[in-house]
């Protein structure tokens, strides 16, 4: 059998060889097991699934799963994003939600996320946990399940309807009164994903004349990859410029990442997007609070927090790790740049379809557009500049091992000033320029993110990281 592992953001294999019917009863039973564990087994559990291959079948397998265990189920009437499921977690008063989705994996892939009762990112302790019950379950080979029939019957399944309730509070959340005052012409892009209508709709609904695009199901997302970036928006910037659009927002598979194209066609990168909303939130909303980043994410972030006067936290890569922050309170914004965020007053889970709608509002309310906008912050903070390489090497563990214990004085031209091992290893560079390496989870891949204070010193520093691993592949 196929180790079953619980990466940054749940498990994920590929359908009929590690994503089984099998397999996926297990975690189930993990799941219910943990409930137990946690004395919540009272209460239901939330389940979910997205616009993937077999998706409501893995999500009614789950149900007979949790029903032969006598855990009650509230399976969700049609495919829905990840943090809609997420805030019916509270909204419903769940123990938690099982979604099935592989987010913006490639169309052979699906997965399973566990969102615990606070309605965010399963936490490295309770992944811990799961993965011991998945040990044990796997071992006895022996998985309890009843027909749905059986758990209707039994009043141990419902199946709900989800989309009103989180379309209610995601219009307490944006300012649509701003939004139809407007003259805003929105292209959207639900890349087949189960965000489809969901912005759209909402858009239209406050008088913005709106365009949806790839917004029918799909399981081969339309031989792409749903993954809203630079790479895969092509579509989403050709529609943009022919309809002489303001802006493209765009959701990936389950909508928990967002993507934006401004009027020229221009991917606007993750990054500066959290930059655009702190500033929204802070000069146009009045509001304050923690801004809470990602060892990968902007340090522009930074100013904005000094210059504001408000408390920056970093945490480790992962959403967990800022939905922890959120639920302490008090955080404005928290963001990686991986393309999630969240608000205050939301969920501690990134929400991509209340982000592509804060960014409407920020234009209807500046009266103004994203590119302009984003030009003022730099006048006002100053521009970075940023990539991310993902650089092959087999051996990754043990060559970012010796990068830790031993690391390098200089990268290029640039002095190593401090170093930061909260997630692998940050070199903080003279001149205000940074790199960060660590791992990737899933691949024989090494992560490296790049900042620098002007395009030249970016290009000089990519230049070394690539001398590095042309000497290590030699």
């Given at each position: 059998?196929?180790?079953?592992?619980?990466?940054?953001?749940?498990?994920?294999?590929?359908?009929?060889?590690?994503?089984?019917?099998?397999?996926?009863?297990?975690?189930?039973?993990?799941?219910?097991?943990?409930?137990?564990?946690?004395?919540?087994?009272?209460?239901?559990?939330?389940?979910?699934?997205?616009?993937?291959?077999?998706?409501?079948?893995?999500?009614?397998?789950?149900?007979?799963?949790?029903?032969?265990?006598?855990?009650?189920?509230?399976?969700?009437?049609?495919?829905?994003?990840?943090?809609?499921?997420?805030?019916?977690?509270?909204?419903?008063?769940?123990?938690?939600?099982?979604?099935?989705?592989?987010?913006?994996?490639?169309?052979?892939?699906?997965?399973?996320?566990?969102?615990?009762?606070?309605?965010?990112?399963?936490?490295?302790?309770?992944?811990?946990?799961?993965?011991?019950?998945?040990?044990?379950?796997?071992?006895?080979?022996?998985?309890?399940?009843?027909?749905?029939?059986?758990?209707?019957?039994?009043?141990?399944?419902?199946?709900?309807?989800?989309?009103?309730?989180?379309?209610?509070?995601?219009?307490?959340?944006?300012?649509?009164?701003?939004?139809?005052?407007?003259?805003?012409?929105?292209?959207?892009?639900?890349?087949?994903?189960a965000g489809m209508g969901y912005?759209?709709?909402?858009?239209?609904?406050?008088?913005?004349?709106?365009?949806?695009i790839r917004e029918t199901p799909?399981?081969?997302?339309?031989?792409?990859?749903?993954?809203?970036?630079?790479?895969?928006?092509?579509?989403?910037?050709?529609?943009?410029?022919?309809?002489?659009?303001?802006?493209?927002?765009?959701?990936?598979?389950?909508?928990?990442?967002?993507?934006?194209?401004?009027?020229?066609?221009?991917?606007?990168?993750?990054?500066?997007?959290?930059?655009?909303?702190?500033?929204?939130?802070?000069?146009?909303?009045?509001?304050?609070?923690?801004?809470?980043?990602?060892?990968?994410?902007?340090?522009?972030?930074?100013?904005?927090?000094?210059?504001?006067?408000?408390?920056?936290?970093?945490?480790?890569?992962?959403?967990?790790?800022?939905?922890?922050?959120?639920?302490?309170?008090?955080?404005?914004?928290?963001?990686?740049?991986?393309?999630?965020?969240?608000?205050?007053?939301?969920?501690?889970?990134?929400?991509?379809?209340?982000?592509?709608?804060?960014?409407?509002?920020?234009?209807?309310?500046?009266?103004?557009?994203?590119?302009?906008?984003?030009?003022?912050?730099?006048?006002?903070?100053?521009?970075?500049?940023?990539?991310?390489?993902?650089?092959?090497?087999?051996?990754?563990?043990?060559?970012?091992?010796?990068?830790?214990?031993?690391?390098?004085?200089?990268?290029?031209?640039?002095?190593?000033?401090?170093?930061?091992?909260?997630?692998?290893?940050?070199?903080?560079?003279?001149?205000?320029?940074?790199?960060?390496?660590?791992?990737?989870?899933?691949?024989?891949?090494?992560?490296?993110?790049?900042?620098?204070?002007?395009?030249?010193?970016?290009?000089?520093?990519?230049?070394?990281?690539?001398?590095?691993?042309?000497?290590?592949?030699?």
């Open positions: 059998m196929t180790a079953i592992r619980f990466g940054t953001d749940g498990w994920r294999d590929i359908v009929a060889d590690g994503f089984t019917m099998e397999n996926v009863r297990i975690v189930a039973q993990a799941i219910a097991s943990y409930t137990k564990e946690t004395g919540q087994q009272e209460q239901p559990i939330l389940v979910g699934h997205d616009t993937r291959f077999l998706g409501r079948r893995f999500a009614e397998e789950i149900v007979s799963v949790l029903a032969a265990n006598q855990i009650r189920s509230y399976l969700v009437n049609e495919a829905a994003p990840t943090p809609a499921v997420a805030f019916g977690v509270k909204h419903f008063a769940a123990s938690g939600a099982i979604m099935v989705t592989a987010s913006h994996n490639p169309p052979e892939y699906n997965g399973i996320k566990y969102i615990p009762e606070y309605a965010g990112p399963a936490t490295p302790e309770i992944t811990a946990r799961l993965e011991a019950w998945i040990n044990q379950i796997a071992s006895a080979k022996e998985v309890p399940t009843v027909s749905l029939a059986a758990a209707a019957r039994d009043r141990l399944l419902q199946v709900i309807v989800l989309r009103p309730h989180y379309e209610a509070h995601l219009r307490r959340m944006v300012n649509l009164d701003m939004l139809r005052e407007s003259s805003l012409s929105v292209v959207v892009d639900a890349m087949h994903g912005v759209s709709s909402l858009l239209a609904e406050a008088g913005v004349k709106t365009v949806g799909d399981a081969a997302f339309g031989g792409d990859l749903p993954e809203p970036n630079d790479r895969h928006l092509g579509l989403l910037k050709k529609e943009v410029l022919e309809r002489k659009a303001t802006l493209g927002l765009a959701n990936d598979g389950d909508a928990d990442r967002f993507g934006v194209v401004d009027r020229f066609g221009q991917y606007i990168p993750p990054n500066d997007v959290l930059v655009l909303l702190t500033h929204h939130l802070v000069k146009n909303r009045k509001l304050t609070g923690r801004i809470v980043r990602t060892v990968a994410t902007t340090h522009l972030l930074d100013r904005m927090a000094e210059h504001y006067d408000l408390e920056l936290v970093e945490t480790p890569v992962g959403f967990k790790y800022i939905g922890e922050q959120m639920r302490k309170g008090d955080v404005l914004i928290g963001g990686e740049e991986s393309g999630g965020a969240s608000i205050l007053g939301h969920i501690p889970e990134k929400d991509g379809v209340l982000i592509n709608l804060l960014l409407a509002e920020l234009v209807a309310y500046e009266n103004k557009e994203l590119d302009q906008i984003l030009r003022e912050v730099y006048d006002q903070f100053g521009e970075l500049f940023h990539t991310r390489l993902d650089m092959r090497l087999a051996e990754k563990d043990q060559w970012i091992s010796q990068m830790v214990t031993t690391p390098p004085q200089r990268i290029g031209p640039y002095a190593v000033k401090a170093i930061n091992r909260m997630d692998g290893i940050k070199l903080l560079l003279e001149e205000g320029h940074w790199v960060l390496i660590r791992p990737s989870g899933t691949e024989p891949l090494v992560r490296i993110y790049c900042e620098a204070t002007n395009a030249t010193a970016l290009s000089k520093l990519q230049e070394a990281i690539r001398d590095w691993f042309s000497e290590i592949n030699v």
